[in-house]
């Protein structure tokens, strides 16, 4: 029989595996001095024009939001992407989360096509898929799913 394969995350920190109520999570950075949020969580100083913060906190940020913008990538990006053979298009979604107000690009769930149940205004949550897979391993990113 062969062994269950780990789940891990394709790019360390920027997201968790199983949150404190078994959900995934994105994690961002929350600058001490002004509560601005940053994904993905790499900042050297506060966006926020107004803030001379330079530290931060690792937050988990809001599972849920809603489409401000979308479209479907029908060009394959570059290394280090993985491709699929054949390429196959994609959708991708701007998420403006709930609590934080910050707007994060992901792909969107699914195969190929935007759903139509996807517009502008409509709520979604994160949700894991696989980039790809190795001998022991399969590579998690998170998507927007309609909730």
């Given at each position: 029989?062969?062994?269950?394969?780990?789940?891990?995350?394709?790019?360390?920190?920027?997201?968790?595996?199983?949150?404190?109520?078994?959900?995934?999570?994105?994690?961002?950075?929350?600058?001490?001095?002004?509560?601005?949020?940053?994904?993905?969580?790499?900042?050297?100083?506060?966006?926020?024009?107004?803030?001379?913060?330079?530290?931060?906190?690792?937050?988990?940020?809001?599972?849920?939001?809603?489409?401000?913008?979308?479209?479907?990538?029908?060009?394959?990006?570059?290394?280090?992407?993985?491709?699929?053979?054949p390429f196959l298009?994609?959708?991708?979604?701007?998420?403006?989360?709930?609590?934080?107000?910050?707007?994060?690009?992901?792909?969107?769930?699914?195969?190929?096509?935007?759903?139509?149940?996807?517009?502008?205004?409509?709520?979604?949550?994160?949700?894991?898929?696989?980039?790809?897979?190795?001998?022991?391993?399969?590579?998690?990113?998170?998507?927007?799913?309609?909730?």
């Amino acid at each position: 029989m062969a062994q269950a394969k780990t789940a891990i995350p394709a790019v360390e920190g920027w997201f968790t595996v199983e949150g404190p109520e078994g959900e995934p999570q994105l994690l961002g950075d929350r600058c001490v001095t002004c509560g601005t949020y940053v994904f993905p969580p790499t900042a050297a100083f506060c966006p926020n024009p107004g803030c001379e913060g330079a530290t931060f906190e690792r937050v988990p940020l809001s599972r849920r939001g809603r489409v401000w913008s979308y479209t479907v990538n029908r060009y394959q990006p570059p290394p280090p992407y993985v491709p699929s053979e054949p390429f196959l298009p994609y959708g991708i979604a701007a998420v403006e989360l709930d609590r934080e107000k910050l707007v994060v690009l992901g792909q969107v769930a699914g195969d190929g096509e935007v759903p139509a149940a996807l517009t502008v205004g409509t709520e979604v949550e994160l949700v894991l898929d696989t980039l790809f897979e190795d001998d022991d391993n399969r590579y998690l990113v998170w998507k927007w799913s309609p909730a």
